[in-house]
């Protein structure tokens, strides 16, 4: 009488490495492809958080500019105010100078606050509060009150961190020029620029392009001009 044995197949050693290699190969593989997806993730984040507050920026820069109001003269100057752009302006109770100073329709209209839409607005490089970071701080200064009976409230509003240099250049028609002031006496500019550029170099790559803009102003003041015109037969 025989007595069969029961043989089982079994992995053989080579097999089981084979198994190994390919699952370390797939492994490998997959953690290659994820860690190529979570670097584009983070670098798009970054991208996108960077280029939010030049948007931002940007926005307002144009919107202010879009809707400046016309200087005039008299008593009324102070709510239609003027336009000055240049290097060192001193506006208002400002600590540090300004770029630019416009008077804006761009104020919020509001059942609880009795002023109107016009506004006195500025924007202006401070150093940043932290002394190790690159660039200054640009703000965007918002005086709402214009006939304060004391020092007028003053709100700053951080716009941009990491600026080198901002230039505003105002087009008259021929050139464009680094300095305008209807206020001064002494200027010939009495009228709105017919266009403002403005030129944003950020800080950290010198060989970076300044983001730069170009707005239009439509607005133009009345003059005392008589315009004569002949008729024929």
Known sequence: MKIGTNRTRAFTLIEMILAVGVAAIVLITANAVLYTALHLRDSTADA???????????????????????????????????????????????????????????GALSESVPWGEIQRVTYELKTPTLGAAAGKDLYRSVTRNLLPAGTPEVTDQLML???????????????????????????????????????????????LAPVEIVVPLDCVARTNMVFATTTGN
Not at 94 to 104: A, F, I, K, L, Q
């Open 48 to 106: 996108v958080d960077a280029a939010a507050p030049v948007d931002s920026t940007v926005t307002f820069l144009r919107r202010d500019l879009q809707c400046c109001v016309v200087p005039t003269n008299g008593t009324s100057k102070i709510l239609s105010g003027g336009f000055r752009a240049g290097d060192g302006l001193v506006s208002g109770n400002n600590n540090e100078p300004v770029v630019v100073e416009m008077y804006t329709t761009t």
């Open 161 to 207: 961190s990491g600026v080198e240099t901002l230039k505003f250049s105002c087009y008259d028609g021929a050139l464009w020029q680094p300095v305008w002031d209807t206020t001064s006496s002494s200027s010939v500019n009495t009228n709105l620029p017919l266009a403002v550029k403005v030129d944003i170099q950020l800080a950290g790559n010198p060989a």
